[in-house]
């Protein structure tokens, strides 16, 4: 009939539309993790591996390895390290993180050059987002790329810094939602070479769902 024919030509394709288009704008249940992407970074080198913090555990602290100031070819920011913990190991209501509790560390790729500087913690929760000073391509001048990076703590305007470099313009801070943490890195990082080295260029965090963790 004419209405079995309006029903196949009209209605059927606009439901199938309507099923394809809600299908890729709401973010699937099973995701356990995704990326803060920086909006400004330098893009020299080759990705790491990804690493994240053992299953339950989140980062609450991290540190940077850094080359100083006083190097002729500074390759500024070499590696960044995050520390985990679970829950109810960090600092909450008042209460500082426990003093010698379990907790793990991990790194993606980590350049030669530089020191450690030392573990910047939050003192309640978890590192919930982050932003990164980095400098421009250079010319004939030295290139450092990466050089200073700061974190958010706990969702909140608390933030702690690396104790990077100073050169170079702040990316925006890019941040988790709600409820989800930094749990994982991921970081570019160039080859040693003859000429210029810069070493860390860019990194990618990783936000999971922390909270079932958080509520139990």
Request: glycine share 10%; hydrophobic share 40%; aromatic share 10%.
């Amino acid at each position: 009939s004419s209405m079995a024919l309006i029903w196949l030509l009209v209605v059927v394709p606009y439901l199938l539309a309507g099923v394809v288009a809600g299908r890729g704008t709401k973010q699937p249940k099973e995701d356990t993790h995704f990326p803060l992407a920086l909006d400004w970074a330098m893009n020299w080198g080759e990705w790491g591996p990804q690493a994240f913090c053992p299953q339950g555990t989140y980062a609450y602290a991290f540190e940077l390895k850094v080359e100083s100031e006083a190097a002729i070819d500074d390759t500024s920011m070499n590696g960044i390290m995050l520390y985990c913990r679970a829950p109810q190991d960090v600092g909450h209501d008042g209460v500082k993180p426990k003093v010698g509790t379990l907790e793990f560390t991990v790194t993606s790729t980590v350049q030669k050059w530089g020191d450690w500087q030392g573990k910047r913690e939050c003192p309640e929760g978890f590192l919930t987002g982050v932003m990164m000073k980095s400098e421009a391509k250079q010319g004939i001048l030295d290139d450092t790329a990466a050089n200073d990076l700061e974190m958010q703590c706990n969702w909140s305007d608390f933030t702690i810094n690396g104790g990077g470099n100073p050169w170079g313009t702040w990316s925006s801070y890019t941040t988790c939602p709600q409820g989800w943490a930094i749990c994982g890195i991921e970081t570019k990082v160039a080859a040693a070479s003859a000429m210029d080295d810069t070493a860390l260029n860019n990194v990618i965090m990783y936000c999971c769902d922390a909270a079932a963790s958080l509520n139990s």
